[in-house]
């Protein structure tokens, strides 16, 4: 049976030059970049490449950039080493509703201990109002945490006005930019912020490795405490194979962003169109302008997304729900929510996001299956078009 692979948001493939790039380090090349001779030099040197490979898809200096062990352990950092190290300053932060569970889950821990967040509203689009984050702001605002492409929906933020505001105000920003990496364009110079968290699992790279950009001249302690590593800022022996991975991923990343996106857009938009077309009732979830360009979430009106995605899943198409950390849980999408997508339309939302491996064909399989599908799960619905709610 075909296998269609639809949920690129959730995790990527390591691609073949990424893993090749990898394996000496596992074997022969195994030293501790610690050590003084020969095989830890060598490591030392890969680490320093891959730094440069990561700064490079950012438009960081190579100094600015530390690996970590994912994406959340660099939102955490973030959130709550700025939190801490500010706290004689102030204890308010202002995040958005729509933000990953790695930040909203790290300031409900803050909340617990002290500190008060304000927790922005987005528009039907899924972007915030500037005008809502200006006024929220506060003597007592220490940080302000706003990822720039959200996972669910693929709303893509105003981050370089966001930050604007925040620098105008001596506040420390931040943003979750582990969607955003190799689908937009992201130059931390232009855009003017403070720290931001990367994964490599999201472009093609391991799972495992992270990493944080932290603006020079910004003393932001470390959350990991222990050996000098990562320049005194993150602790631990080196990843130095999933290291020289992400290096790869991010160096393959900048060089075909541009295409990379452009194709990714025309099939995301050949795939709405396509399902529009042949399913009555589909909604597209957020705004076209300013989106992920492999992002389509669609609400199936009068239908379960859970059954939808487990029939999907018996044809060989892997899709989401919503955030993979949250769909085994049935709570209703926070993103989904946030954006006034009534609790019914939530229920019968799928994301589905298309990646370098996609093709056409497997995006016309797909529709295919999806008209027999909700075909079938409309018939047996107790609500439908005619019946009641659109
Ligand atoms: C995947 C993801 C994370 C978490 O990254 P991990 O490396 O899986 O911990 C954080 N933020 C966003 C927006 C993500 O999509």
């Known amino acids: 049976m075909r296998k269609v692979y639809l949920d690129y948001s959730a995790t ?84 958005t509703k729509i933000e ?23 528009k039907p689009d899924g972007r915030i109002d500037l005008q809502e984050l200006a006024d929220a702001i506060t003597e007592k605002t220490i940080l302000i945490s706003i990822m720039m492409v959200n996972n669910e929906m693929g709303a893509i933020q105003p981050v370089k006005e966001a930050a604007a505001i925040a620098k105008k105000h001596g506040v420390l920003f931040h943003t979750d930019a582990v969607q955003a990496a190799g689908n937009v364009p992201i130059d931390v110079e232009e855009l003017g912020v403070d720290m931001l968290s990367l994964s490599a699992h999201k472009i093609y790279g391991p799972k495992g490795i992270g990493a944080m950009y932290i603006r020079r001249g910004v003393a932001l302690p470390p959350l990991i405490h222990g050996g000098a590593q990562e320049m005194k800022k993150r602790a631990g022996t080196e990843n130095v194979p999933y290291i020289a991975g992400f290096g790869k991923a991010a160096e393959i990343a900048r060089r075909q962003l541009a295409e990379h996106a452009e194709r990714l857009t025309e099939l995301r938009d050949y795939f709405i169109s396509q399902v529009q077309k042949n399913i009555p009732y589909v909604d597209v979830n957020g705004g076209m302008e300013h989106r992920h360009p492999g992002n389509a979430n669609l609400a199936f009106n009068f239908i379960e997304g859970e059954s939808l995605l487990l029939m999907l899943d018996y044809y060989g198409i892997s899709v989401s729900t919503g955030s993979a950390c949250s769909s085994k849980s049935l709570e209703p999408s926070h993103v989904l929510a946030a954006l006034g ?47 009641g709610w659109n």
């Not at 009534?342 to 295919?368: C, N, Q, W």
């Open 341 to 387: 997508v009534p609790v019914e339309k939530i229920h019968g939302s799928l994301r589905f996001t298309i990646g370098d491996f996609t093709t056409k064909e497997d995006l016309d399989y797909t529709v295919e299956c999806l008209v027999k599908i909700v075909e079938k799960l409309r018939a047996l619905s107790p609500i439908s078009a005619e019946k």
């Open 12 to 95: 990527t493939p390591v691609k073949q030059e990424v893993l090749d790039e990898m394996i000496p380090y596992f074997t022969e090349k195994f030293g501790n970049p610690s050590s003084l001779y020969e095989i830890g030099a060598e490591a030392k040197e890969t680490i320093m490449k891959a730094r440069e490979q990561v700064a490079q898809l950012i438009g960081a200096k190579p100094q600015e950039v530390v690996f970590t062990s994912c994406g959340s352990e660099s939102d955490n950092w973030a959130l709550t080493s700025a939190a801490h190290w500010k706290r004689a300053q102030g204890n308010h932060i202002i995040t």
């Open 100 to 122: 990953h569970h790695a930040v909203l889950h790290t300031c409900q821990a803050l909340e617990k201990e002290g500190f008060s967040v304000t927790y922005l509203n987005v």
